[in-house]
């Protein structure tokens, strides 16, 4: 339960003397969730000063510390928005099942739902997964309108409704990495995401600073056309009537039902697939600059290859800061440079929700620190390995090429591994290019604009 600042209330604290390392930096409008620090004592905020136990910014604290112990969170499939008080507050434990306690939630709900409603709209990321150890949860039917767009029919992505997101996912044929749970509840923390069904195919959809779109096409087994419409219906009610419709990752299988309705296509991506006995084996003429790098790390490095741990975190949002200022220094186009930004948010929601998403992290501990961290998936269907995260530091030589062949090799029940896209990034294409793929998947962002 790391506290979630507001945009301002990011900017609010940092100038009040809170390091910026403390956010992954990702500038995400839903708000950002606060780095915890973990030693041998525990996780604490950042802002938490153990010699006064008290906290060192509390004048500037964010919303979410001072509604404590009451507490925002989604119910358990995000089609609305609750409020509770915390039993893990010594007051509300002393208070609970009085009628005291249950009037003071009650009457924080109507004033939270009414008076207070852009407030918490503004911070929405402060709304938390269901807890059900939570004292007189009580629904707030105006916000869950407004964030969970309850008036659309449409529900927000929480690790509650992963199962039956996971369920239409793997129920239709292989296709696209991008079309699997982890791929799209990376990015949690930087978009609102919402679902619903419609006509046996699920709907995600993600919003952020400009318009909605979806995150990926309608996926399952009932009829795609009607799921299509449906979709550029729901978006046209989100973005108003003059915006276009906008679908992310649609394969070559998909691309004629969205053609016949008037889809064109606005970027091209491809997905890159490999042999992976040969990725983790590097044998031949093609991976001898691939053997040279790998055999340097080994030789200088007293390195170990192993899975995350919670503890972890914040030497690995160190680790991804220097990759991502070594990267920025290597590109610094602008959309390069965006989607490192964007990037930073993706990484943190995906190592604190490993494991309800699926993914396997694992890092490279090299002569006692971090220098590497990577994370994939098992694509569903069975033939596949995606790798979702690679972030290792590039002044340490070989250390990326030998954290790939480690994880490669983990992925011995998959013939082939997905390296995902290039992002239209050609520096990018150019390193994937290399790596000899033996297919590539094609994917398309869908545009239909309104007569």
């Known amino acids: 339960m790391a506290p979630v600042f507001s945009p301002g209330e990011v900017a609010a604290v940092c100038a009040a003397g809170l390091a910026e390392d403390a956010f992954s930096g990702a500038g995400s409008p839903i708000g950002e969730r606060a780095v915890l620090m973990v030693d041998a004592e525990g996780a604490r905020c950042p802002a938490f000063d153990r010699a006064s136990n ?13 509604l404590y112990p009451l507490v925002l969170m989604y119910d358990a499939q995000g089609s609305g928005v609750l409020l509770g008080a915390d039993l893990a507050c010594p007051v509300v434990e002393r208070l609970a099942n009085t009628e005291r306690l249950r009037e003071y939630v009650a009457a924080a709900a109507r004033i939270l739902d009414k008076d207070l409603a852009e407030t918490v709209r503004e911070c929405r990321g402060m709304i938390g997964d269901y807890k059900p150890w939570m004292e007189h949860s009580i629904p707030l039917p105006n916000l869950s309108r407004l964030i969970c767009r309850s008036d659309l029919g449409l529900r927000r992505v929480v690790p509650g409704a992963y199962k039956a997101l996971r369920d239409f996912s793997e129920a239709a044929e292989p296709r696209l990495a991008s079309h699997s749970l982890p791929a799209m509840g990376v990015w949690s923390d930087l978009f609102d995401l919402y679902w619903c ?32 419409e449906a979709s550029a219906e729901l978006l046209r009610e989100i973005n108003g009537p003059d915006l276009p419709a906008q679908i992310q990752e649609v394969d070559d299988g998909q691309w004629p039902a969205f053609e016949r309705l008037g889809f064109v296509v606005s970027r091209e991506f491809r997905e890159y697939i490999y042999r992976r006995e040969d990725l983790a084996s590097l044998a031949g003429r093609a991976y001898k600059g691939r053997r040279a790098a790998r055999n340097h790390f080994v030789k200088h490095h007293n390195a170990s290859f192993r899975p995350y741990r919670e503890e972890d975190l914040p030497e690995c949002l160190s ?13 610094p186009s602008p959309l390069s440079i965006a989607q490192l930004e964007a990037s930073g948010s993706m990484f943190l929601c995906a190592l604190r929700n490993a494991e309800a998403l699926g993914l396997r992290v694992r890092v490279v501990e090299a002569d006692g620190s971090i220098v ?6 098992a694509v569903p269907g069975g033939e596949q390995f995606a790798v979702l995260i690679e972030v290792a530091d590039r002044s340490v030589k070989g250390v990326a090429t030998w954290c790939y062949q480690e994880f490669c090799r983990e992925a011995e029940g998959s013939e082939f591994i997905n390296a995902m896209s290039d ?11 290399a790596d000899r793929p033996v297919r590539l998947e094609g994917s398309r962002v869908a545009c239909f604009a309104p007569k």
């Open 423 to 433: 992002s239209g990034l050609p520096a990018l294409a150019a390193a994937k290019e």
């Open 197 to 228: 069904v419609e006509r046996g195919r699920v709907i995600v959809i993600a919003a952020g600073n400009g318009p909605a779109f979806l995150i990926a096409p309608p996926m399952g087994t009932g009829p795609l056309e009607p799921a299509i």
């Open 319 to 331: 680790l991804f800061r220097k990759w991502q200022s070594q990267r920025a220094e290597a590109d």
């Open 372 to 377: 590497a961290c990577t994370a994939g998936f």
């Open 54 to 66: 008290g906290c060192r910014f509390y004048s500037v604290r964010p919303f979410d510390c001072r």
